[in-house]
């Protein structure tokens, strides 16, 4: 096995699991909408979690990446997305989906291949669609759906109406050639294109440390001349705020920005284990560490020091919401799959003239 990297880091602090662990700074925002950024973001961790039971009980069968750890990043980007903006994510998109607004009863349906899916059932985990809520697809194919999102982007400055298109991916898919031709071509053209690198530091079971020289990832779109922000990814007004200025300009027609948010995932690359026993190990010290910058705790806790939540309060949205996904998983275990016929169904899509 080989060993951890030890070459310096070039996020500094943000690297590192013990810094960056203080709740987070929330002066100036309203009080509604840190409510609203701690529900979103318990919402899709109570639903994570309770698909890797989904997982571990044999019922899920397509792989489920969860994104524990991560839910700062969807949450602080949506916060500034319409449903008119065209948004694409990856393997690991749960967040990406519900922190637009998808519905949870569908997102579990389609991990449990059942008719009523994002996707019919047909695609499972990552092949989520939420064209209602802007969600415009993910796919597993590590980096694919980035150059669809600068062709998107091309179709939003076409339309001339201040959308943009979004592209998710991680450290990982920045090493994929189609990357670097997508933010060339979106620079050339100046394409209205928010690309949010959620640099969790892993690719699979490989610390980035030991895969590309510098561990910061936002270097790639200075070389391309793309507007480029490193933030804390587990600090949701941290996220939400730059993603702010870079949508912003974007929609003002400055062309594309790149968003690296530094974050880590809980759990392991797939499933709900953790992979400490993998590649190059993450120690369980490592995860530990981790959790102590988690950005839910954060948010409660910054909450809780300006009087703006108490452990009640907290406890209640917590038990409201794993009611109302424990309702919506339970009709998702009772939906039917769909027909076998319909299985070659959807494979080809008529087009108008
Ligand atoms: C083109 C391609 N190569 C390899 C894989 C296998 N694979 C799936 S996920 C993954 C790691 C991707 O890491 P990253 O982009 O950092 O995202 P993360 O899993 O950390 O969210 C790999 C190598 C794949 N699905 N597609």
């Not at 602090?13 to 960056?20: N, Q, S």
């Not at 922190?99 to 949870?104: K, S």
């Not at 898919?173 to 979106?186: K, Q, T």
């Not at 594309?256 to 995932?265: D, F």
């Amino acid at each position: 096995m080989a060993a951890k990297p030890t070459r310096p880091s070039e996020l500094g602090g943000l690297a590192d699991p013990a810094e960056f662990t203080a709740p987070i700074a929330i002066d100036g925002v309203e009080p509604e909408t840190l409510r609203g950024y701690l529900r979103s973001m318990l919402k899709i961790r109570i639903v994570e979690e309770v698909v890797g039971e989904l997982v571990e009980r044999g019922l899920a069968r397509a792989p489920c990446h969860l994104g524990i750890g991560q839910e700062a990043v969807a949450v602080g980007v949506s916060a500034q997305l319409e449903a008119t903006d065209r948004v694409f994510g990856g393997h690991r998109s749960h967040a990406h989906y519900l922190a637009l607004g998808g519905d949870v009863y569908r997102l579990l349906a389609e991990i449990l291949g059942k008719e009523d899916g994002t996707s019919k059932g047909m695609g499972g985990s990552m092949h989520l669609l939420g064209r209602e809520v802007g969600f415009h697809g993910s796919v597993p194919l590590v980096g694919a759906t980035i150059p669809i999102a600068v062709g998107a982007g091309l179709a939003c400055k076409m339309d001339g109406r201040g959308a943009i298109a979004v592209s998710y991916f991680g450290d990982g898919a920045a090493e994929e050639g189609v990357f670097h031709e997508s933010m060339n071509l979106a620079a050339v053209l100046q394409l209205p294109v928010l690309f949010v690198c959620e640099n969790n530091l892993y690719s699979s079971h490989l610390d980035i440390g030991v895969r590309q020289p510098s561990d910061r990832v936002a270097r790639y779109g200075e070389a391309h001349r793309i507007s480029s922000v490193t933030v804390d990814g587990n600090d949701v007004v941290a996220v939400e705020s730059a993603a702010s200025e870079l949508i912003g300009a974007a929609r003002r027609g400055d062309g594309p920005a790149l968003l690296e948010a530094v974050t880590y995932r809980h759990r392991g690359h797939v499933g709900p284990r953790e992979d400490v026993d993998v590649g190059i190990r993450r120690s369980q010290s490592e995860i530990q560490a981790w959790k102590g910058r988690d950005p839910i705790a954060r948010v409660a806790n910054a909450m809780q020091g300006h009087e703006l939540l108490d452990e009640p309060a907290l406890h209640a949205i917590e038990a409201n919401l794993r009611e109302e996904i424990a309702a919506a998983c339970q009709r998702a275990e009772a939906a039917s799959y769909p027909a076998d016929s319909a299985l070659l169904d959807r494979v080809f899509a008529e087009t108008s003239a």
